[in-house]
C-alpha cells in the first residue's frame, strides 16, 4: 500500500483542516518546499498536494508552487479548484504527474470529455459527508451516495478513486473502514486511495488489511504523532 504526505495549501501556508471546514484550520510552520524535502528523507515518492483557496475559489491558485516541490524528485498528485479542462491543463502543465477532479466530474458530459481529453492522469475525487458525495469545496452536498458516484465513474474507464471522509479529515478519528470495504466489496479490483483520520499506525495498518491502494496522511505528520519512516514500513509488511 502506497502512502502520500499531503501538503494543503491556504494563502501560500501549510495548513490542515478540520472535517473541510474552512473557518477551523490550522496554519503550521513548514513552508511547502521544506515539507516536501522532510517527506522525501523519510522515502516518501509520491505527495498529496491539495489547494484549498482552489477548493474554496473554484480555480487553481497554488499551481506554481508544483515546480519548486517537483525539485525534490517525487510524483505529484494535486487537486483543488479544477473544475474546468482549462484548469486540468494547467496544473498538468505546472508539475503534477496526476491530478484530483470531483466537481467537474458531476456534470457526465463534461466528465466524458475530461476523460476523452486526460484520461489516466485524472483521479476522481470522491468526498463524503454525511453519506452523500460533496463537491464545490465541500460546500454542496449532492443526492448522490460515495457508491452511486464510484459506479458512475467506473463505467466511463476510471479504475483509481481518491475517496475522503470530510466529517474524519483532520481529526485524528480513525479512517472509516466501513466505507472503503463497501466501495471495495461492490466494486472489487479498483484501486482506492483513502483520506481522513488516519494518524497511526494501526490505521495504517487497518487500511492495508483492508485492501485499499493507499492512504493520505495529513495532521498526524505535522503534530508528530506519526513517524513517516515507521508509516512506511507498516504500509508495506506483508
Known amino acids: 500500500m502506497i502512502l502520500l504526505p499531503a501538503i494543503d495549501l491556504y494563502k501560500g501556508n501549510v495548513v490542515r483542516l478540520r472535517k473541510g471546514e474552512f473557518s477551523d ?12 524535502l522532510r517527506f522525501r528523507q523519510a522515502g516518501a515518492e509520491c505527495i498529496h ?11 487553481p ?4 508552487v508544483l515546480s519548486d516541490l517537483k525539485r525534490h524528485g517525487m510524483r505529484i498528485h494535486f487537486g483543488g479548484g479544477l ?19 470531483g466537481s467537474a466530474l458531476a ?6 470529455t475530461i476523460i476523452a481529453r486526460f484520461a489516466d492522469r485524472i483521479i476522481p475525487a470522491v468526498d463524503v459527508r454525511g453519506d452523500r458525495t460533496a463537491v464545490d469545496g465541500w460546500k454542496t452536498t449532492t443526492h448522490e451516495t460515495p457508491e452511486q458516484s464510484v459506479e458512475r465513474l467506473t463505467a466511463l474507464g476510471w479504475k483509481t478513486f481518491l475517496v475522503t471522509s470530510v466529517e474524519r479529515d483532520g481529526c485524528g478519528l480513525g479512517p472509516d473502514i466501513a466505507l472503503y470495504e463497501r466501495i471495495l466489496t461492490l466494486f472489487p479490483g479498483l484501486s482506492i ?7 497511526t499506525l494501526s490505521d495504517i495498518r487497518a487500511l492495508r488489511e483492508t485492501g485499499l491502494a493507499g492512504a493520505v ?3 498526524a505528520l505535522y503534530d508528530g ?9 507498516e504500509a508495506s509488511a506483508c
Do not use: C, M, Q
Open 25 to 36: 484550520s490550522t496554519v503550521f510552520p513548514d513552508a511547502p518546499e521544506e515539507a516536501a
Open 193 to 199: 486511495l483513502a483520506a481522513g483520520g488516519t494518524s
Open 225 to 233: 504523532k506519526l513517524d513517516l519512516a515507521r508509516a512506511f514500513a
Open 83 to 101: 473544475r474546468t479542462p482549462g484548469s486540468i491543463e494547467t496544473a498538468l502543465n505546472a508539475g503534477a504527474d496526476a491530478v484530483y477532479v
Open 61 to 64: 491558485i497554488h499551481a506554481n
Open 107 to 112: 456534470d457526465p458530459s463534461l466528465a466524458a
Open 49 to 59: 498536494v491539495i489547494d484549498l483557496e482552489g477548493a474554496e475559489y473554484g480555480r
Open 217 to 219: 496522511l495529513g495532521r
